[in-house]
């Protein structure tokens, strides 16, 4: 008897707590975080769930931001997508092609949820909107590469400062030979850094159309600038011993040689700041913005990470609780959230001021993290700085990558490697355009 | 050869059926759309797609990289193949001579073909990392001589050991069940002619063994072009410079990370055909020589 009386209240319990959560609108959202800042995202979510009773957000982890495309797309295809996802920049050409996408600029007009779209930093929402400057996608978690370096192994070479062009970078990594430093650079390949910001930072050009921004009959020109010299120094500066090849496929990564004390420079995201700083390293360390070549004026760098992407085919309710969520990941408080949680960088003008003016970046262990600010706001995004779209871009930067490590292997020169790349490249170009045909970006 | 002929009935058709649609959900449906975007341009979101022939295969075909990714498909085949039989092989004829602790060995045998492909690559990482793994300690007699990330022989060489062992278990199984088959009589009225076990071995044991032989040549030639998608993701993800990049694991980075469905799609047709012919060209040529009594 008594039993049946418990399963029963159970039971109206159980039905309670549903009519409960039943009035409150869910929507879905696949993030591809994964570890420490998967938790964060989760974080977001369940912050957001408790800051208010309309709306709850489902979150779920993809496991990497390449599955969390992949998967959407096999739900997308089976009509059971979330209505939210992030994504990350180089495999969002298709998704912005096939137009099964809600602008989010149009998204708070037309459920009234106001952001404030000016506030953004030019950098970050040239690269997240359309020719005409509508927000594809919300800006979140951002980032942008910088250098980060040992300064008591610096001291111990009679340096410093920290390098602001390559020509001092490689000064400094002979002096830092010279000291006794038996691996100065720990290099790894980064098409990301390498050849994008790269060229961003030198104002040079990655491909045709300004980097595929004004059709999709592009061609990379990457084999013909700038780049070439720079990827043929580092491959110099391996030779003379200056650079080492730092990467996990042969046993540790650039970052763990920088940790540990064994290599003095290494090139990374802002988001590595905080890891770095969680890993302890037992020296002084800094980090500071990428190097541009002498004789050349330097731009800005553009910016990295992820952003978040509203799907078609979803209920008014869903995407008023979508829109929502985006406005709250937008404000003050949940930005500082994340900074505080990763390496990332403000979004937002007003935000950075204000946590300038609290002193934010003055304490351990934010110390100069703004410096990735300054990389991204160094000059006001041109027609060659303001990002890059193209189609196929996860296999471009995968030619470039196998390529660039044949070359290092030594089984071809620097320019055959980037002339092969480069020529492939072109050919996913082309099959990118002839599969979207008649088609332009937004 | 004999055929045996059944007359329809209602009662084996409804029997089949669940069979059949399995059989139909989860395999010729999804090759009858592979087959489709083999010749359409697909874009990935859906949306639409354009009819383009043959140029998915004629693009494939004449890259030279895909030659490349079919020669160490091929490489990868055979030497696991004959890596793995011939340890097996060994292993059931010594498990089958009843050595002491047989009963131990036997079970132990079994266990990995339990192990899942990413997680025998996860182990096998441990062995061939250059900075950590036991093979390091060949840097420290000479630095730099073992590096799987440098040297494309290495790389391929350490994803043949560990597809070779995770398979080791598969035929060993068989070979011992085959072994254990053969009648006592022929190997005792052997040992009465004074044959000694080696010659029992080579004249009597391996010539029964041929039709297992076969068995596993077929299953194992076949499971190597096809199933070494999680050693590779996890212990080389194709490298060095693409010289572990298989057959199979290029259609998943084409596929599913570069989202180019038609030109994945095109590459699985490919290679379930150079699958089926490689079967056919063993049953036609190798099965010749198989006598099954």
């Known amino acids: ?442 | 050869m004999r055929r045996a002929y059944f007359k329809f009935s209602w009662i084996a058709a409804v029997l089949l059926a669940p069979q059949l649609m399995i059989i139909f959900v989860f395999f010729y449906w999804p090759s009858a759309q592979a087959l489709y975007w083999a010749f359409t341009l697909e874009q990935p979101w859906g949306g639409g797609n354009t009819w383009v022939g043959f140029e998915n295969f004629a693009n494939v075909l004449s890259d030279p990289y895909y030659w490349g990714s079919v020669r160490v498909s091929v490489i990868y085949a055979v030497a696991t193949t004959i890596l793995a039989m011939g340890m097996a092989l060994i292993l059931a004829l010594f498990a089958d001579r009843q050595l002491a602790g047989y009963r131990a060995y036997r079970i132990g045998l079994i266990w990995p073909y339990a192990v899942a492909a990413p997680a025998v690559g996860l182990s096998f990482q441990f062995v061939f990392n250059p900075g950590a793994g036991i093979f390091s300690y060949l840097n420290t007699l000479s630095p730099g001589v073992w590096d799987p990330s440098v040297y494309p022989w290495q790389a391929i060489a350490s994803i043949v050991i560990a597809g070779a062992w995770k398979q080791v278990a598969y035929s060993f199984i068989f070979f011992l069940a085959a072994l254990q088959a053969i009648p006592r009589s022929l190997s005792e009225a052997a040992v009465m002619d004074g044959a000694r076990p080696l010659r029992r071995m080579i004249d009597l044991q391996l010539p029964l063994l041929t039709p297992t032989f076969f068995f596993l040549l077929v299953i194992n030639i076949t499971d190597s072009f096809t199933d070494s998608f999680g050693i590779v993701d996890t212990l080389t993800g194709g490298g060095p410079f693409r010289s572990t990049d298989l057959m199979v694991y290029k259609i998943y980075t084409d596929g599913f990370q570069s989202l180019d469905y038609s030109g994945a799609a095109a590459q699985s047709i490919i290679l379930m055909l150079l699958v089926m012919a490689l079967t056919f060209v063993q049953f036609r040529y190798i099965e010749r020589r198989v006598h099954y009594t």
Request: charged share 20%; hydrophobic share 40%; proline share 4%.
């Open chain 1, 1 to 442: 008897m008594n039993r049946t009386m418990t399963s029963v209240a159970a039971l109206g319990l159980a039905l309670m707590g549903s009519a409960a959560a039943a009035e409150k609108v869910k929507f879905e959202y696949w993030y591809g975080l994964t570890g420490d800042l998967g938790a964060v995202v989760l974080e977001t979510c369940n912050r957001f769930n408790a800051s208010q009773a309309e709306y709850e957000a489902v979150c779920v982890g993809q496991d990497g931001y390449e599955k969390a495309v992949q998967n959407t797309i096999a739900a997308f295809r089976a009509e059971k997508h979330p209505t939210l996802l992030q994504s990350f920049d180089a495999g969002t050409a298709d998704l912005m092609l096939s137009g099964e996408f809600y602008p989010v600029t149009q998204l708070m007009a037309d459920t009234g949820v106001t952001v404030d779209w000016s506030d953004y930093f030019p950098g970050i929402a040239n690269y997240y909107s359309s020719s005409k400057g509508e927000f594809f996608s919300m800006p979140w978690n951002s980032s942008t590469p910088v250098y980060y370096f040992n300064k008591d192994h610096f001291a111990k070479a009679g340096l410093t400062e920290a390098p602001l062009t390559w020509e001092g970078m490689e000064a400094a990594l002979v002096k830092l030979k010279e000291s006794g430093q038996a691996c100065g650079l720990a290099y790894a390949p980064s098409s990301w850094i390498d050849l994008e910001q790269f060229s961003m930072a030198h104002n040079v050009p990655v491909a045709s159309n300004n980097n595929g921004y004004d059709g999709l009959n592009t061609e990379l020109l990457y084999n013909t600038t700038l780049h070439v010299k720079h990827m043929e120094n580092i491959q110099r500066w391996i030779t003379e011993g200056v650079a080492s090849i730092r990467t996990a496929a042969a046993g540790k990564s650039a970052r763990d040689s920088f940790v540990e004390g064994e290599c003095s420079v290494f090139f990374s995201s802002i988001a590595d700041h905080n890891t770095v700083h969680k890993l302890k390293p037992s020296f002084a360390w800094d980090v500071q913005i990428i190097p541009t070549y002498e004789g050349v004026e330097r731009h800005n760098t553009v910016v990295g990470g992820a952003s978040l992407w509203v799907l078609s085919g979803k209920t008014p309710e869903e995407y008023k609780a979508a829109a929502t969520y985006l406005a709250f990941l937008a404000t003050k408080e949940e930005q500082q959230f994340l900074l505080e949680n990763s390496g990332y960088i403000p979004v937002t003008k007003s935000t950075y001021e204000a946590l300038k003016a609290e002193g934010f970046y003055s304490a351990e262990p934010y110390i100069n993290r703004d410096i990735a600010m300054k990389s991204l706001t160094f000059t006001e995004p041109g027609p060659l700085t303001r990002g890059i779209r193209l189609g196929g871009m996860i296999q471009i930067r995968s030619e470039w990558q196998s390529e660039v490590e044949a070359a290092l292997a030594g089984q071809k020169t620097m320019k055959e490697a980037l002339d092969t790349a480069t020529s492939r490249g072109n050919d996913i170009l082309a099959r990118f355009a002839k599969t979207y045909e008649g088609k332009s970006f937004p």
